[in-house]
T-cell receptor
């Protein structure tokens, strides 16, 4: 089956630093989504990307749909303590009526105040 | 606006018992997804529905798992009989004819 490689697995940073994480796929994806999950809660959608090369921002978060359509990046600028959580990428690889998403294993972000 | 609602939030049961998890999707959404999350396997899609009809159940682990969606505002995931290896967090998600899925808070299931 399809696999997403998400890296890094974990990050420990100081408040105020910028953060970058990425996902790569062995196959072409048509959609990339980035989610954040807090402890004891469900994943919350942060950014959705639909076109190769697309760059989309949501506040301090910026995500890009790689030109090769096999990767995506998420950047967080000027991190704050509430950015702590697990960040997941998710992708959809087929067109038509396939609505199945494949999820990465997540990046655990810790922000030291 | 109310998000996806799941109940119960926590369930502890003994091996062999029947477990029923419930989900109310966001009003107006026409797709509903059931996921399972574990440390080892991450988020796995179990089954999804479109307009109350099951479309793909290839992720359902085995016959002990079943899911229904009797109407647009309610779905259940049932495990009978439950086993310790079923312990996980089960999420329901819904979407409206696009690929942006919105997740509920999850049900943490512990089978002893």
């Amino acid at each position: 089956g399809q696999q997403l490689n998400q890296s890094p697995q974990s990050m420990f940073i100081q408040e105020g630093e910028d953060v970058s994480m990425n996902c790569t796929s062995s196959s072409i994806f048509n959609t990339w989504l980035w989610y954040k999950q807090d402890p004891g809660e469900g994943p919350v959608l942060l950014i959705a990307l639909y076109k190769a090369g697309e760059l989309t921002s949501n506040g301090r978060l910026t995500a890009q749909f790689g030109i090769t359509r096999k990767d995506s990046f998420l950047n967080i600028s000027a991190s704050i303590p509430s950015d702590v959580g697990i960040y997941f990428c998710a992708g959809r690889s087929s067109g038509g009526s396939n609505y199945k998403l494949t999820f990465g294993k997540g990046t655990l972000l810790t922000v030291n105040p | 606006d109310a998000g996806v609602i799941q109940s119960p939030r926590h369930e502890v049961t003994e091996m062999g018992q029947e477990v029923t998890l419930r989900c109310k999707p966001i009003s107006g959404h026409d797709y509903l997804f059931w996921y399972r999350q574990t440390m080892m396997r991450g988020l796995e899609l179990l089954i999804y529905f479109n307009n109350n009809v099951p479309i793909d159940d290839s992720g359902m682990p085995e016959d002990r798992f079943s899911a229904k969606m009797p109407n647009a505002s309610f779905s259940t995931l049932k495990i009978q009989p439950s086993e310790p290896r079923d312990s996980a967090v089960y999420f329901c998600a819904s979407s409206f004819s696009r690929y942006e899925q919105y997740f509920g808070p999850g049900t943490r299931l512990t089978v002893t």
